[in-house]
C-alpha cells in the first residue's frame, strides 16, 4: 500500500517561502499523479496543484498561479511543493495524494486514492 508523507510546513511572514515535501513509500507504474490540496478552517478542501508523471504535465489552481511550483524528484520518490510570496490566504493544512489518472488531475479532478496526513502551513505576521 502506497504511504505519503508531507513535510515542510511551518509559520512564515507574509511574503515568505517554503518548500513541502511530499515522499512516498514507492511510486509504481499504477500511480500516474500527485495533488496538492489544502483546507483551512471553515472552509472545504481546495486542490492547489498536480502533476502527471509520465507527461510532465502540471496545474494550479488560479490563486497560486505564477507564486507555487510544483516538481518531482524520480531519484527520491518525492513530489515538491515550492510556494513563494506567500499570503495570509494560503494559510491552511496541506495534503498529498496519488492517483491513478493520467489526464487532468485538477480540473476536473479525479479520484486520489491515498492521502498524507497533512502539514500546517501558516502565514502571519
Known amino acids: 500500500q502506497l504511504q505519503l508523507v508531507e513535510s515542510g510546513g511551518g509559520l512564515v511572514q507574509p511574503g515568505g517561502s517554503l518548500r513541502l515535501s511530499c515522499a512516498a513509500s514507492?511510486?509504481?507504474?499504477?500511480?500516474?499523479?500527485i495533488g496538492w490540496f489544502r483546507q483551512a478552517p471553515g472552509k472545504e478542501r481546495e486542490g492547489v496543484s498536480c502533476i502527471i508523471f509520465r507527461a510532465r504535465w502540471t496545474e494550479y489552481v488560479d490563486s497560486v498561479k505564477g507564486r507555487f511550483t510544483i516538481s518531482k524528484d524520480n531519484a527520491k520518490n518525492t513530489v515538491y511543493l515550492q510556494m513563494n510570496s506567500l499570503k495570509p490566504e494560503d494559510t491552511a493544512v496541506y495534503y498529498c495524494?496519488?492517483?491513478?489518472?493520467?489526464?487532468?488531475?485538477?480540473?476536473?479532478?479525479?479520484?486520489?486514492?491515498?492521502w498524507g496526513q497533512g502539514t500546517q502551513v501558516t502565514v502571519s505576521s
Open positions: 514507492a511510486f509504481t507504474s499504477d500511480y500516474k499523479g
Open positions: 495524494a496519488a492517483t491513478t489518472y493520467s489526464g487532468p488531475c485538477l480540473n476536473p479532478q479525479p479520484r486520489y486514492d491515498y
